[in-house]
């Protein structure tokens, strides 16, 4: 089983910035993907982006692309989103996950943290 912990939410202005940080631990640590997710309240949890932790894969929800930048850095089992020209829509709650195959459901999460953008 794979620990995540997230770190680096809070409260931003419009067109601000914020850079999300997941810790990931285990024994043994294995991971095929590792991904961010956020739910606004009320709303269903949404798909912000992925990275496969062996070639560094990206992919991203369209609301994200050209916002959002996801990143990872192996030898510190960290996973990192960069998230630029913030808007009040992307107040939510961000989790980090990770699932050790290709394919199929994301089988450990974070505890989730809280950003929120300020119109």
């Known amino acids: 089983q794979v620990q995540l912990v997230e770190s680096g939410g809070g409260l931003v202005q419009a067109g601000g910035s914020l850079r999300l940080s997941c810790a990931a631990s285990?024994?043994?640590?294995?991971?095929?993907?590792m991904a961010w997710f956020r739910q606004a309240p009320g709303k269903e949890r949404e798909f912000v982006a992925s990275?496969?932790?062996?070639?560094?894969?990206?992919n991203y929800g369209d609301s994200m692309k050209g916002r959002f930048t996801i990143s990872k850095d192996n030898g510190k089992n960290t996973m990192y989103l960069q998230m630029n020209s913030l808007k009040p829509e992307d107040t939510a709650v961000y989790y980090c996950?990770?699932?050790?195959?290709?394919?199929?459901?994301?089988?450990?999460w974070g505890q989730g943290t809280q950003v929120t953008v300020s119109s």
């Open positions: 990275i496969t932790w062996v070639g560094g894969t990206e």
């Open positions: 996950a990770s699932r050790a195959r290709p394919v199929g459901n994301f089988d450990s």
């Open positions: 285990g024994r043994p640590f294995r991971t095929y993907t």
